[in-house]
């Protein structure tokens, strides 16, 4: 007798099998299972099936860190595989105990729908153990850098030498253009590098054994400066956005499946 299916897919049980509390951490655990991987799969065009599979798992696992509900059709067809192929490397992620998939149901007609896969945290990666740091009292959670600019200069002479609250630098792999257009709307370093990061993770590896991507680095910029215009314009016309990262992911992947397929853009 066949199971009955518990999970309602809705936000709310997304966001209770997200496995990850950033980004950052769901990044680190993807690249601990390539090397899985790489280690334990002999075959090579197996290893780099399951890789492409893991990453464009990962891809579209932002809005919900660690989730993510595409059909195996739409994989398969972005990996241009066939649907029992893609059944096949589910399973064997599966069996490594990468992923789990769970049943969901629509909420609309109670039918079922395409499965959720949770990607599930590193066993020999123990990033729970990561205690927030407490915020001093005394110590600005923010940095306004119009208030520094029309504080006088004699007044830096009160800050002590060793004082790094007040560093606000973006990271220097984030590129200076893509900086000097996020800025203008977004001032925390942090916010910029999370946007590139997002940028940069989707630009998914096409080679396995050369880290070749599928775009060169200016056409990752070209890609990057498009997606964020098009994000302030959606921001703009009054979009209700609850996860900026999240909703920008989806502008970068769509342009990205759409500009690979471009000539033009690929040959420039």
């Known amino acids: 007798m066949k199971k009955k299916i518990e999970l309602i897919a809705c936000v709310g049980n997304y966001h209770k099998l997200s496995t990850f509390i950033s980004i950052e951490e769901m990044n680190i655990t993807v690249r601990v299972y390539r090397d899985v991987i790489r280690a334990s799969i002999k ?17 579209h ?6 989730v ?22 589910v399973k064997k992620l599966e069996g490594l105990e990468m992923i789990k998939q769970y049943e969901m149901k629509r909420h609309k007609d109670m039918n079922q729908t395409a499965n959720a896969v949770v ?35 004699n ?30 709307y977004y001032r925390e370093a942090k916010s910029i590098e999370e946007f590139w990061k997002v940028i940069k993770q989707s630009n998914r590896v096409i080679d396995c054994f050369t880290g070749d991507r599928a775009f060169a680095p200016s056409q990752e910029l070209s890609i990057g400066l498009m997606a964020f215009k098009e994000f302030v314009m959606k921001v703009k016309s009054g979009t209700q956005i609850q996860n900026k990262f999240g909703y920008f992911n989806g502008i970068v992947n769509n342009l990205m499946d759409k500009l690979y397929f471009d000539r033009d853009f690929m040959n420039d």
């Open 68 to 89: 993510s509900f595409m059909c195996k059709n739409t994989i398969a067809e972005k990996l241009e595989v066939s649907y029992k192929t893609v059944q096949r490397l």
């Open 61 to 66: 696992s932002c809005k919900y860190v660690g």
């Open 43 to 59: 075959r090579s065009d197996v290893q780099a099936r399951l890789i492409a599979l893991l990453e464009l798992l990962k891809r």
């Open 119 to 153: 990607i599930l945290p590193a066993k020999n990666v123990n990033m729970s153990d990561k205690k927030p740091t407490k915020k001093d009292e005394k110590c600005p959670t923010k940095t306004n850098s119009i208030s520094l600019k029309q504080n006088n200069l």
């Open 155 to 184: 007044t830096r002479n009160d800050v002590p030498a060793e004082d790094f609250s007040i560093a606000n630098f973006v990271a220097h792999w984030v590129p200076e253009s893509f900086v000097e257009l996020v800025k203008s």
